[in-house]
């Protein structure tokens, strides 16, 4: 099977975590897999490369709705067997496409759709139109979370049998956990960062933006000046970043992208998420599948894992009072901190591995 996942970018962040690890299940399997991107950021195009994948870097869109992009992709997309797009700029160009050739007796690929976020349709005024009118144009529209499929259903309208949920699923650790590991990891963070190894090391990894509340986690931890945080994830607004700059101090450091994201993870005493807004998110499952301790906001898209198992602690949107007294009681409570993240690794494995989420999508593909 021939399949191209289409993205308009190829940043550092949960979305490309999830195509690269799609991408590369699918290829082990035996498909013809390629990665299709066509605007300015592609950060992590060589890292794909790299790894075996083939990502195809057409000429730059142009600003607004470029014709020429809709003729370019009806030449280099159309003759695969499955066009898999992630996030709603590439369904604005792919659905068209795929309805003119319906209209027009052609043969065609089958359309799959993600949405990864609706934080599109939260922050800009004409998201959800683009949704009522782009979602109808896809085979199949897949939610990462219950949330979003009920975002479809409830408000789109869409015919039930079109819409599907799959959860997020992460390439887990193989391996055991040593206290060893996770020291000498913690010492690599700590000579990188200039950090003080025999302190306790927080870590907060996404991308910098208002909905991902990375301010919120920088006050409320100025009032624990025994621990040190390091809020990992590139700018994606740069007047938010240069002002959570501002908030800097010998323990709060804003480190940028990084990809060696298992090593952080590992080498942190907990990871911490104040976001506003998430399907199921990558980055926590990561952190969660290397048994680090995660203490996060009561979201849709977290609180979902806690069908499976309270292990792990959450807080009210905005509480800095109650995020600080499960941050105080996790870290009195080691032994109890400690028991809950070795069984939230085991949730991951079992309900969240690339695996699992890749037999889903193919399921959807030959249906």
């Given amino acids: 099977m021939r399949i191209i996942h289409v993205a308009q970018f190829l940043g550092i962040g949960g979305l490309e975590k999830i195509v690269f690890h799609l991408a590369l299940e699918q290829q082990r399997r035996g498909h013809n897999v390629e990665i299709y991107i066509y605007d300015y950021e592609r950060t992590w195009v060589e890292y794909f490369r790299k790894s075996g994948l083939t990502v195809i870097t057409p000429k730059l869109k142009k600003p607004g709705y470029d014709i020429e992009l809709l003729q ?3 030449v ?3 003759s695969a067997d ?3 797009s992630h996030d709603l700029n590439p369904l604005m160009y792919l659905g068209p496409l795929s309805l003119w ?6 043969k065609r690929p089958k359309l799959i759709h993600t949405t990864h976020g609706l934080d599109h349709v939260d922050n800009y005024p004409r998201g959800k139109l683009y949704q009522k009118i782009f979602a109808r144009l896809a085979d199949t529209m897949i939610g990462v979370s219950e949330k979003i499929g009920k975002f479809y259903l409830e408000d789109i309208k869409l015919n039930p049998k079109k819409v599907v949920v799959i959860p997020n699923g992460i390439s887990t650790y193989p391996g055991i956990i040593t206290d060893q590991m996770r020291a000498e990891k913690k010492a690599w963070i700590a000579e990188r960062h200039g950090l003080d190894v025999n302190r306790p090391v927080i870590l907060s990894l996404s991308r910098v933006v208002p909905l991902k509340d990375q301010k919120f986690l920088m006050l409320a931890l100025k009032q624990r000046p025994d621990y040190q945080l390091i809020i990992a994830g590139p700018p994606s607004d740069q007047t938010y970043y240069d002002e959570l700059k501002t908030l800097e101090d010998k323990n709060i450091k804003l480190i ?4 060696l994201v298992l090593e952080y993870n590992m080498g942190c005493d907990m990871y911490v998420t ?6 199921i998110p990558v980055a926590v499952l990561e952190a969660l599948a290397v048994e680090t301790p995660c ?3 009561e979201i849709p898209g977290h609180m979902t894992l806690l069908k499976y198992g309270s292990f792990f602690k959450t807080f009210a949107l905005n509480d800095t009072e109650g995020f600080l007294k499960k941050f105080d009681k996790m870290f009195a409570d080691q032994q109890g901190t400690i028991s809950d993240a070795k069984k939230a690794r085991g949730l991951v494995e079992d309900h969240y591995s690339v695996k699992t989420m890749v037999n889903k999508y193919l399921q959807v593909y030959e249906s």
């Fill in 82 to 84: 499955v066009i898999h």
């Fill in 295 to 297: 203490l996060m906001s």
């Fill in 101 to 106: 050739k319906r209209l027009t007796f052609q």
């Fill in 72 to 74: 370019r992709m009806n």
């Fill in 256 to 259: 940028g992208s990084q990809e």
């Fill in 76 to 78: 280099d997309l159309f």
């Fill in 274 to 279: 104040a976001s506003t807004h998430e399907g």
